[in-house]
T-cell receptor
Framework: GENVEQHPSTLSVQEGDSAVIKCTYS??????FPWYKQELGKRPQLIID?????GEKKDQRIAVTLNKTAKHFSLHITETQPEDSAVYFC????????????FGTGTRLTIIP | SAVISQKPSRDICQRGTSLTIQCQVD?????MFWYRQQPGQSLTLIAT?????????ESGFVIDKFPISRPNLTFSTLTVSNMSPEDSSIYLC????????????FGPGTRLTVL
C-alpha cells in the first residue's frame, strides 16, 4: 500500500517569512495530492491540491509543487501570517473515483509574530 | 462542498459500552470514509462505507469492533464496540467532493473519551 512521509514534524517561522513542508510517497500509482490544514479542535480543511498532470499550482500565498519522478511534493506558504499557525497534513491517493487517501504524519507550523 | 454533520460532537463513555456515531451529508455521495485521529496524531482510515454493500476495512480494524452502516447515499454510522480507554480519540467521517476525483471533505468529528 501507499506510504507517505512528511517533514518536518514541527516548523517555526517569523511572520512574513516563507514556510515549506515536504512529503514523499511510495506508490507510483498515486496521482492526487491534497493538503489539509487543521486548526486546534477543528476538522481538517482542504487548502490546495494537485494532480499528476500538473507540476505546480498556486492559490494566493499557497503553492504546491510535485515531482513525480522523485515521488515528492511540497507545500509553500509565503508571507506567513499568525493565522497560518496550524497542523498541516499532506496526503496521496489515486486520481479516479472516490478512493482512499493516505495521510502524512503532519507538520505543526507556528508563526512567530 | 457538501455540508457534513456528525452526532454526537463529543461523549464520555464507560469501558465495555458501545457508542454509535452518525454522519449526515446534505447531498448524495457515493463513498463515505471513517477516520480515527488519536491525540496529536495523523488521520488513520478505519473503513470505506459504500451504499448497498459491506464496508471495506483497513488493516488493523475489524467489523466486530467498528461495525458500519450505510443505509442510503446521505447517511452512515460507525459504532465503537466494547470500548476501552485506548479507543479515546476523535472519529471523523469524510465524503468525496465535487472538485474532482479523489477530493475529500471532513465532518466536524466526534471526540470520544473512554473512562
Amino acid at each position: 500500500g501507499e506510504n507517505v512521509e512528511q517533514h518536518p514534524s514541527t516548523l517555526s517561522v517569523q511572520e512574513g517569512d516563507s514556510a515549506v513542508i515536504k512529503c514523499t510517497y511510495s506508490d507510483s500509482a498515486s496521482n492526487y495530492f491534497p493538503w489539509y490544514k487543521q486548526e486546534l479542535g477543528k476538522r481538517p480543511q482542504l487548502i490546495i491540491d494537485i494532480r499528476s498532470n500538473v507540476g505546480e499550482k498556486k492559490d494566493q500565498r499557497i503553492a504546491v509543487t510535485l515531482n513525480k519522478t522523485a515521488k515528492h511534493f511540497s507545500l509553500h506558504i509565503t508571507e506567513t501570517q499568525p493565522e497560518d499557525s496550524a497542523v498541516y497534513f499532506c496526503a496521496a491517493g489515486p486520481n479516479f473515483g472516490n478512493e482512499k487517501l493516505t495521510f502524512g504524519t503532519g507538520t505543526r507550523l507556528t508563526i512567530i509574530p | 462542498s457538501a455540508v457534513i454533520s456528525q452526532k454526537p460532537s463529543r461523549d464520555i463513555c464507560q469501558r465495555g459500552t458501545s457508542l454509535t456515531i452518525q454522519c449526515q451529508v446534505d447531498s448524495q455521495v457515493t463513498m463515505m470514509f471513517w477516520y480515527r485521529q488519536q491525540p496529536g496524531q495523523s488521520l488513520t482510515l478505519i473503513a470505506t462505507a459504500n451504499q448497498g454493500s459491506e464496508a471495506t476495512y483497513e488493516s488493523g480494524f475489524v467489523i466486530d469492533k467498528f461495525p458500519i452502516s450505510r443505509p442510503n447515499l446521505t447517511f452512515s454510522t460507525l459504532t465503537v464496540s466494547n470500548m476501552s480507554p485506548e479507543d479515546s480519540s476523535i472519529y471523523l467521517c469524510s465524503v468525496g467532493g465535487n472538485r474532482g476525483k479523489g477530493t475529500q471533505y471532513f465532518g466536524p468529528g466526534t471526540r470520544l473519551t473512554v473512562l
